[in-house]
């Protein structure tokens, strides 16, 4: 638009078009406009510049929506001037330009809409017009946030209807039915973890970014190739220890009403006091760990040491209870803080060798790969979450349904490998057997004895990761043992299908629902409102707090001068006070 230029005569469609040409024109060639006259059959302005001759007038044409040029006097001579700003780049002017961007990149931010609007047109516009911008541009691709939360009960039943056997429902609170919490869990979702996953399920929540806020909480388990396999998630106004108390009621009741016999479960999170108890009340047959890697994240911000960490990691995946002492030896001869420090967290909690379940080899949940699903659509209404979270769901399942008709071995790929990568080492040994299901394995540097009837082995890799170690493949060897018959079923790729069986179906778009304002008419109780709480201003908080973080006690600083608690050397008050007492001695 910089080397546009308007005729007498020229036509455009119609009044908005005129308008925002010139508009466009204004702003690229840096002057500004005083509009005179404006309404929807005429268009008067001049250049706001004192002294500059530059008129412009069009009129709308007779039986017609065109609008014309009529007369077009002068030409600029201010010179650009609004390299500063520029009065004609309303917030809606800004929206259109950012429109199409928006569209393709959710996480278009206001400093890269300043950037673009000073590379394209060369002025600059302030930040806070920028955000209320996005703000409005997204609203008019994706709908407001009310209208996100006023659509929730028919989004609901939607799912429900597509998706027989899906749990999906909205809580609220109060008589003006706020929102309060949402659950979501597929069929499809259910029935593959119940029938194909490994018996373990992460826990966490994300922070969303709407102007509502809320948190996201999930629960997310393991495929038999160790890929992520997302079993439920739901959205509360506010997380806090009753919200997690019910978001493990309402898992519970998913998987209950789909089985006859609850399994075993093994529960990875990141301590947040609220889960620990309402795992235990909830699921109170299964077992609790902490996910290795908040706890590595935890200590490595505590004692800012990367070599903690790496050590830390290595007590973690200790297989014997000599090889767990000796790395905490290692900890506590680096840091004699960290180790005490480490002394509030049980090894039952973390460490492989102490767990009293299996884990079957994962020490941390893959709750971060599920939040990164999401990550850019945090900032949209609570609607466009879910359907995020539905999209991927059915692209995952279709794609991972096609990926296994390809696999023709019997576990899947990574517990394929693990077992010929045993079988390798396995022809290195020799086998002495004791009795038919007792063996004695011999290699290099140690002796390992290996029962097959209660499928265990001295070096305890097979009882800790659920796939036979390379001495019960040697075992297996040389009795002729199927070693494929002794591994879990979850890793197999029977499993994997059964996982990935049901479908996920495509739910339709909006304007086929029956809109809940629509439905209020007669029924106000599915009206469904924003909660209270609002987005406050400010840059926002980057990580979640963790309750537990809350609740520490606070280190206690030591004076190293007068060996006092509460204070440092620097602001040590007793020399200070010997001071006084000298000066009072010698003025007396």
């Known amino acids: 638009m910089e080397g546009q230029t308007f005729v007498v005569g020229q036509e455009f469609p119609d009044v908005k078009a005129f308008r925002n040409a010139i508009k466009e024109a204004a702003i690229a060639q840096h002057f500004e406009l005083r509009i005179i006259k404006s309404d929807l059959i005429r268009y008067f302005a001049k250049c706001a510049t004192d002294g500059c001759p530059w008129r412009i007038r069009a009129v709308k044409l007779p039986n017609a929506p065109t609008f014309t040029i009529r007369s077009l006097e002068g030409t600029h001579t201010c010179g650009r001037n609004a390299h500063n700003g520029h009065h004609q780049a309303s917030v809606d002017w800004i929206v259109s330009f950012i429109e199409e961007r928006l569209r393709d990149n959710i996480n278009y931010k206001p400093k890269d809409i300043l950037h673009d609007i000073h590379k ?46 899906s749990i999906a429902e909205v809580f609220t609170t109060g008589v003006d039915h706020r929102f309060q919490r949402l659950f979501v869990s597929f069929y499809a979702s259910i029935c593959g973890f119940l029938n194909g996953c490994l018996p373990i399920i992460g826990l966490g929540g994300i922070q969303l970014k709407s102007k509502y806020l809320g948190t996201l909480l999930s629960a997310t388990s393991f495929d038999a190739d160790g890929g992520l396999f997302p079993l439920a998630f739901g959205v509360v106004d506010v997380e806090t220890d009753e919200s997690w108390m019910w978001f493990l009621s309402e898992l519970h009741k998913a998987l209950e009403m789909n089985t006859e016999n609850m399994p075993e479960l093994t529960f990875l999170s990141d301590g947040h006091k609220g889960i620990a108890d309402a795992v235990r009340r909830k699921f109170p047959n299964s077992l609790h760990a902490f996910c290795m890697r908040h706890l590595s994240e935890s200590i490595g911000k505590e004692f800012k040491n990367s070599r903690l960490v790496h050590l830390l990691w290595n ?17 506590e001869e680096v840091s004699p803080e960290a180790a005490k420090w480490l002394q509030q967290f049980h090894p039952s909690l973390w460490a492989l060798v102490y767990f009293e379940g299996t884990r079957y080899g994962h020490l941390s949940s893959n709750i971060e790969e ?24 059915m692209a995952e399942f279709e794609e991972r349904r096609f990926k296994s008709n390809s696999w023709f071995s019997v576990l899947a790929p990574s517990a394929e490998k693990h077992i010929l990568e045993a079988i390798g080492h396995a022809s290195t040994y020799q086998v002495l057997r004791s009795d038919q299901v007792e063996f004695e394995v011999l290699s290099a540097d140690r002796s390992d004895i290996v029962n097959i009837g209660t499928r265990c082995c001295s070096c305890r890799d097979w009882q800790l990761y659920g796939i036979p170690c390379s001495h019960a493949v040697a075992a297996f060897i040389s009795c002729r043992k199927d070693v494929y018959a002794f591994t879990e079923k979850c890793f197999t790729v029977a499993s994997y299908r059964e996982a990935y069986a049901e479908q996920i ?3 339709p778009g909006k304007v086929e629902w029956r809109k809940a304002d629509e439905a209020c008419v007669d029924d106000d109780t599915r009206v469904v409102r924003p909660p209270k709480f609002r987005r406050p201003p400010g840059r926002p908080e980057k990580k979640r707090i963790c309750v537990e973080d809350l609740n520490r006690e606070k ?24 001071a006084e007492i000298m000066d009072s001695i010698e003025q007396f």
Do not use: D
């Open 505 to 507: 179906y495509p739910i």
């Open 315 to 331: 007590a973690a995946y200790a297989t014997t209870m000599f090889g767990f002492k000796e790395k905490m030896a290692e900890i």
């Open 370 to 393: 599920f939040n990164m699903w999401i990550l850019e659509a945090r900032e949209l209404p609570i609607i466009q979450v879910i359907a995020t979270i539905h999209i991927r769901l």
């Open 555 to 578: 280190h206690t600083v030591h004076c190293s001068r007068c060996n006092q608690t509460g204070h440092y050397k620097t602001t040590c008050k007793a020399e200070t006070c010997k």
């Open 120 to 165: 394209q047109y060369g002025i600059t516009i302030p930040y806070k017009q920028a955000w209320r911008a996005k703000e409005r541009g997204l609203a008019a691709i994706y709908g407001s946030s009310e209208e996100g939360y006023c659509l929730l009960p028919s989004y609901c039943e939607q799912i429900k209807k597509t998706n027989p056997g």
